[in-house]
């Protein structure tokens, strides 16, 4: 873990590995090397998703996977992703150590372009493998700069001649850190993770009109930026009403002309709610644009309200989450049912076999982050669980 963080350090404890950057190139190389050690056969995929396989005693069996991600976001933490990845490699060096043999092969998987910041969206690799995504759209897709990602995959040489498209696995495993308070504030060692929330992505834009900040009487205006603010503090309350893991947030914001002596006449800003409930989530988004009309019509707005993204929640197989406890209660450690309130490559897994997650205390919940940081205590609890899994998912 440590040698992999050191690709991309940054001086605040954090790395730096945005997708298909140098830095990414150099994660994935040091991963082949160690794949390599381990006896391990190497394929890359059309994506660059990178597939270790550990051969089974039924090799042309669908395979017990493991994995997560070794890119990051800016400025991210070093566990987040690396930890799957290292500990499926951990866990396959363990078996190859005492000479265990398996039915199904073993396959560790590094997703391309899991977190999604450089090339929007998330998940993009593991996407295109479920057949959720096109592969002529992630190829087409551009960073900031207006760069493929097409073009930077072939610059640092991970497109492989693999197919990206959906096969069945015989199961899919991934450990990651929590990247929430819960196993930390109640002391429990382990997250067996049920399934991940869906998500949907509004954009609301308003429009007022714009004027004079002096002159214009106070009855006359039309501030599209007081609609705004007072949508976005009904939209706080929100969550409370529906569920205590509700979550909704306002995350981006535009305002226009953003002047000090002009009333504002276009604001658009996002909202981002998830739960695990598909009718609370309806709900959510009915009493969203409820509030919004009910300020905009107040202050005489015109409201405009588009959704630009989002994700069904998704259960994962009660049987894979049933082989994780038993591993957890094998070792004696503390273990408690969770739902993923983040995205997680599991997510397009679960598409096409039975799928569980294991969760790790992460410190004070904290990732996304140079700060993210975890205790090796946990690192190892995670690891023990997952190899416990993996041996029991390859040989079912
Ligand atoms: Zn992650």
Redesign the pocket.
């Known amino acids: 873990m440590e040698e992999m963080a050191r690709i991309g350090a940054t001086k605040g404890g954090g790395v730096n590995r945005l997708t298909l950057t140098d830095a990414d190139k150099e994660a994935r190389d040091l991963f082949a090397a160690w794949a390599g050690e381990a006896c391990l056969d190497l394929r890359i995929d059309e994506m660059g998703n990178m597939f270790a396989k550990r051969a089974g005693r039924e090799n042309d069996a669908p395979p017990a996977m493991a994995g997560?991600?070794l890119d990051s976001v800016p400025n991210g933490g070093r566990f987040?992703?690396s930890l799957g990845v290292l500990a499926a490699l951990e866990a396959v060096r363990m078996l190859n150590d005492k000479n265990i043999s398996t039915r199904r092969p073993i396959e560790i998987a590094n997703w391309t372009n899991?977190?999604g910041p450089r090339f929007p969206p998330s998940m993009l690799g593991s996407g295109v493998f479920a057949g959720a995504i096109p592969l002529e759209t992630a190829y087409e897709t551009k960073d900031a700069d207006g760069v493929r990602f097409i073009d930077e995959l072939e610059r640092i040489g991970y497109r492989g001649d693999a197919p990206c498209a959906p096969r069945s696995i015989g199961s899919y495993l991934e450990l990651?850190i929590e990247q929430g308070p819960a196993l930390v504030s109640e002391g429990v060692q382990v997250g067996v993770v049920e399934g991940i929330f869906g998500l949907t992505w509004l954009r609301v834009t308003m429009k007022g009109e714009r004027d004079h900040a002096g002159p214009t009487p106070m009855h006359m205006r039309r501030d599209a930026l007081v609609g705004a603010a007072r949508t976005i503090a009904a939209i706080r309350d929100i969550p409370a009403k529906l569920h205590p893991e509700f979550v909704a947030t306002v995350g981006e914001f535009s305002l226009s002309p953003n002047a000090i002596n002009v009333i504002p006449d276009d604001v658009t800003f996002s909202v981002d709610f998830r739960h695990s409930e598909p009718d609370l989530l309806a709900e959510a988004r009915r009493l969203i644009e409820e509030a919004a009309h009910r300020e905009a019509a107040k202050e005489n707005l015109e409201v405009e309200i588009q959704e630009v993204g989002g994700s069904t929640p998704i259960a994962f197989d009660e049987s894979v989450a049933q082989v994780v406890r038993s591993a957890c209660e094998e070792s004696g450690y503390s273990h408690r049912s969770m739902w993923s309130a983040a995205g997680?490559d599991a997510r397009y897994a679960a598409d096409l076999g039975p799928t569980a997650m294991i969760f790790v205390p992460c410190v004070a919940g904290k990732s996304h982050s140079e700060e993210e940081d975890m205790d090796w205590e946990d690192a190892y609890r995670g690891c023990d669980v997952l190899a416990r899994a993996l041996l029991k998912t390859a040989d079912s």
């Open positions: 997560s991600h987040d992703g899991e977190e990651h997680h």
